[in-house]
């Protein structure tokens, strides 16, 4: 079965702190992974996807397959951090599959 | 460019009515989604469209229709509705290369819709 799992609904760091929020997928075959980020009242947006190997606004995710995880994590959390997270894999016909989402919560 | 373009963005329903909620873009893409977002849930795909003319069920299709009549238009219709539709309904496009979409969606700003 194609699934994604984020375990924490809410996770509240400090401004200045670590960040990780964990994805764990479900997936026979080659994973294609992606994190999109919604702010308040804007609207969903890709955040970043794992075949760009990319950083935005400090954020990183790498895909661990041994692990079935893709987190995401950010070494220093800004306020303006602060939002909903979703990971989402690409299944076949290019649906994806969303997990139920983090709310990251930084605090000043 | 307008992107992804919901209407309406909030509409309450008696039990048993109909609506549609329409979506347009104006990126050219072809693949088009509708999704819906379950307080605490993550997004659920309805419906998809990878072109004109050409729809698909999601994940959880029972309860609506669609229809892709032009490349920027994916109206979703609930004909009867019922208090477990009340949610909020996101719609998605995304441009395809070569048949299977690798590019990112562009997701509208979403249609929050309560029936009562």
């Known amino acids: 079965a194609q699934r994604v799992t984020q375990p924490e609904k809410l996770l509240s760091v400090f401004k200045g702190a670590p960040v990780e929020l964990k994805c764990n997928y479900s997936?026979?075959?080659?994973?294609?992974l992606f994190w999109y980020v919604q702010y308040s009242r804007q609207r969903l947006q890709l955040l970043l996807r794992?075949?760009s190997r990319e950083s935005i606004k400090g954020f990183t995710a790498d895909l661990n397959k041994g692990e079935t995880s893709f987190h995401l994590k950010k070494p220093f959390a800004q306020e303006e951090d602060s939002a909903m997270y979703y990971c989402?894999?690409?299944?076949?016909?290019?649906?994806?599959?969303f997990g139920q989402g983090t709310e990251l919560s930084v605090k000043p | 460019n307008a992107g992804v373009t919901q209407t309406p963005k909030f509409r309450i329903l008696k039990i048993g009515q109909s609506m549609t909620l329409q979506c347009t873009q104006d990126?050219?893409?072809?693949?088009m989604y509708w999704y819906r977002q379950d307080p605490g849930m993550g997004l659920k795909l309805i419906y998809y469209?990878?072109?004109?003319?050409?729809?698909d069920k999601g994940e959880v299709p029972n309860g609506y229709n669609v229809s892709r009549s032009t490349t920027e238009d994916f109206p979703l219709r609930l004909e009867l509705a019922a208090p477990s539709q009340t949610s909020v309904y996101f719609c998605?496009?995304?441009?395809?290369?070569?048949?299977?979409?690798?590019?990112?969606?562009?997701f509208g700003d979403g249609t929050r819709l309560s029936i009562l």
């Open positions: 998605a496009s995304s441009l395809d290369r070569g048949g299977m979409s690798n590019q990112p969606q562009h």
């Open positions: 997936y026979s075959g080659s994973p294609e």
């Open positions: 794992h075949i």
């Open positions: 989402a894999l690409r299944s076949q016909g290019g649906k994806l599959i």
């Open positions: 990126m050219n893409h072809n693949y």
């Open positions: 469209s990878v072109g004109a003319g050409i729809t």
